[in-house]
C-alpha cells in the first residue's frame, strides 16, 4: 500500500506560541501577562458583551463569532510582537504603518492554513462590514481586559498602572456602547473583591 505524503502545515504550531509573547512590555508588572491568556479573556468577555446586546438590547449579534474574533485578535502579535501603546499611537503615519504591518503579518499566517481552509478564516483576520459591531465589541473587550489588568495590579499594592487605568476606562466609556455599560454596572465591580468576596451571593 503505497503511503500518501502530507504536506505540513504551521498554523495551529505558531498560534501555540502566542504564550511567548509577553504584554505591558513597559510595564513593571507584580505579575505577567502573556497574549494567550489575554485573548481568552477578551473572547470571553466579547462573547458576553454580544449576548448582553441580543438579550438586554433585541440585537441580531453572533457571540459564538464574537469570541472567536477575540481569540484571534491578537494573533498577529506572534510575529510583530506587542507594540506599546504609547509607540503604536504615537502619531497617524506611526499608527497606519503599524496597522500594514498587522495585515502583512495576518496574511502570513493565513498562508500558513491549507488553501481549502483558508477561507474559513479570513474574516477573523481581516474585518469584513456585516461585522463591524462584533469587531466593536471585541475591541471594547480588549479594552476591558486591559482594565481588569490594571485593577488586579493595583490590588496588588503596584500603583505603576494608576494613570493606564483611568486613561484606559475612559477609552472603552468613549465607545459609547451600552453593552459596556452593563458590564461596567453589573460585572466589572466583582474584580475589585478577594475570592471570599466572590463566593458571597
Known sequence: MENKIYK???????????????????????RKEN?????L?????????AVI???RFGKELDADKAAL????????????????????????????????IEDNAAAQLLEMLPEDIRAEYQDLFFAREEDA??????????????????IEEEKTGNTEFQS?????EESVREM??????????EFLPAYEKTLDGLREH
Open 8 to 30: 505540513v502545515y504551521s498554523f495551529c504550531a505558531m498560534m501555540s506560541r502566542m504564550k511567548y509573547i509577553d504584554r505591558w512590555a513597559l510595564m513593571r508588572n507584580s
Open 35 to 39: 497574549i494567550s491568556e489575554h485573548s
Open 41 to 49: 479573556e477578551v473572547a470571553m468577555l466579547a462573547h458576553l458583551l
Open 53 to 55: 446586546g441580543k438579550v
Open 69 to 100: 474574533l477575540g481569540i484571534y485578535h491578537d494573533c498577529t502579535e506572534i510575529i510583530t510582537g506587542d507594540m506599546p501603546t504609547p509607540i503604536k499611537y504615537y502619531s497617524e503615519e506611526m499608527r497606519d504603518t503599524f496597522h500594514k
Open 133 to 150: 459591531y462584533l469587531w466593536k465589541l471585541a475591541k471594547a473587550a480588549d479594552k476591558i481586559s486591559a482594565l481588569i489588568k490594571c
Open 164 to 168: 493606564a487605568r483611568t486613561s484606559t
Open 176 to 185: 459609547g456602547l451600552e453593552e459596556v455599560d452593563v458590564f461596567f454596572q
